[in-house]
Every structure is written in C-alpha cells, then in structure tokens.
C-alpha cells in the first residue's frame, strides 16, 4: 500500500489518490483517525493508503477486457464450518463440510473442479496440502495462494475414513461471480 497523508474522508475509499501533476498513482483504499477528547471532542485524522496502480491496473485490464478478474481460483463447492460444538454433537471432525458441489456451469459440459475430482457432498475438508483447515476462511486462504489451474490436495474426512483428493483449481469466470459466487460460502 501506499501511505499518504492527503485528505480521505469518509466515503472516499475506492477514489483515486493523485500526485502533484494530477496523475492517479493509486486508489484509496483505508484511513486511519484518532479521537482524543483534553478540552472537548476533536478528530485527528492520521493515515491513509492506497492501492498502487501497478498492482490495481491488471484487475482494472481484466475488469474492461473480460468483465471479471482473470486466473481467481475456484474449488466448485459451498460449504459450512463444522466448529467444535458440532463436531461433537454429531461425531465428526472439525473442518469444512461439503453442502453442495456445483454441477456442469457451462452449455458445452464443462465440469467444475470439485466434480471433476470426486469431491462428494457431505465431504468434510480437514487439510490442504497436508495442512489442516478448520474454517472456510482458512480453505479460502489456502486456496487462494494458488491459480486457476494448480493442482491442490484436499485432505478429506468421508464416513469416518481420511482420504487424499487431488483437485486442480478452475477459474472464477463472470457467470460463477453473477450466479452464486460468493466467496466465504462458495469456494
């Protein structure tokens, strides 16, 4: 990020952040302000960050020319957490449960990744890569360190036996983001 002390007021995050020849060198994108109250109540403001445009002008390519942000990785499945109240309550490991997995998203077949790769609803997610997982946030975390096209291993609990899925990510396309592709749930 950038750090500026230009003024960002409320409101101003995804606004551009300018030099002194008014080119945009970044977007803004948090503040940081304090409140101190000696004689009466008074606002600071501190910090402000931007997004350099070397970072945000391939999202900003990708945006105009396709319409959606190119190379995001996809799994093909919704999930819920299963926290430890319900692991026990049900006798099942803490990980990620598999509510759905997503079926052919395209006219001429094509599959997504998790139905590709036998993941099964019902399936619950306790590693990737040999790394344990025990919340969708951690999954996507995970995930997201790779592109379109990697190849994960999911360490999978199903009906009490663990087993290995090998599953090479797919590309987040604009129909997945239009039809129900919401990140924290659908991975």
Same mark, same amino acid.
């Given at each position: 990020?950038?750090?500026? @002390?230009?003024?960002?007021?409320?409101?101003?995050?995804?606004?551009?952040?300018?030099?002194?020849? *008014?080119? =945009?060198?970044?977007?803004?994108?948090?503040?940081?302000?304090?409140?101190?109250?000696?004689?009466?109540?008074?606002? =600071?403001?501190?910090? *402000?960050?931007?997004?350099?445009?070397?970072?945000?002008?391939?999202? /900003?390519?990708?945006?105009?020319?396709?319409?959606?942000? #190119?190379?995001?990785? &996809? /799994?093909? /499945?919704? !999930?819920?957490?299963?926290?430890?109240?319900?692991?026990?309550?049900?006798?099942?490991?803490?990980?990620?449960?598999? %509510?759905? !997995?997503?079926?052919?998203?395209?006219?001429?077949?094509?599959?997504?990744?998790?139905?590709?790769?036998?993941?099964?609803?019902? +399936?619950?997610?306790?590693?990737? $890569? *040999?790394?344990? !997982?025990?919340? +969708?946030?951690?999954?996507?975390?995970?995930?997201?360190?790779?592109?379109?096209? @990697?190849?994960?291993?999911? $360490? /999978?609990? %199903?009906?009490?036996?663990?087993? $290995?899925?090998?599953?090479?990510?797919?590309?987040?396309?604009?129909?997945?983001?239009?039809?129900?592709?919401?990140?924290? #749930? &659908?991975?």
């Amino acid at each position: 990020l950038i750090q500026t @002390d230009a003024a960002i007021n409320s409101g101003n995050s995804g606004g551009p952040l300018v030099n002194s020849y *008014g080119q =945009v060198i970044g977007i803004n994108s948090a503040k940081m302000s304090s409140t101190y109250s000696t004689s009466g109540s008074a606002s =600071v403001e501190g910090l *402000g960050f931007a997004i350099p445009m070397t970072q945000a002008q391939t999202i /900003i390519d990708d945006l105009i020319n396709y319409g959606y942000v #190119t190379g995001r990785p &996809q /799994i093909g /499945i919704s !999930v819920s957490n299963v926290d430890e109240y319900t692991a026990t309550l049900y006798n099942m490991p803490i990980g990620v449960y598999v %509510r759905s !997995v997503t079926p052919n998203r395209d006219l001429d077949a094509t599959r997504e990744a998790a139905e590709k790769a036998g993941i099964q609803a019902g +399936d619950i997610i306790i590693g990737v $890569n *040999g790394e344990s !997982v025990s919340t +969708d946030d951690e999954l996507n975390k995970k995930k997201d360190e790779h592109n379109a096209g @990697d190849t994960i291993t999911l $360490n /999978i609990s %199903r009906n009490g036996a663990d087993i $290995n899925i090998d599953v090479t990510l797919e590309e987040v396309t604009q129909g997945d983001q239009i039809f129900g592709g919401s990140e924290s #749930t &659908q991975n």
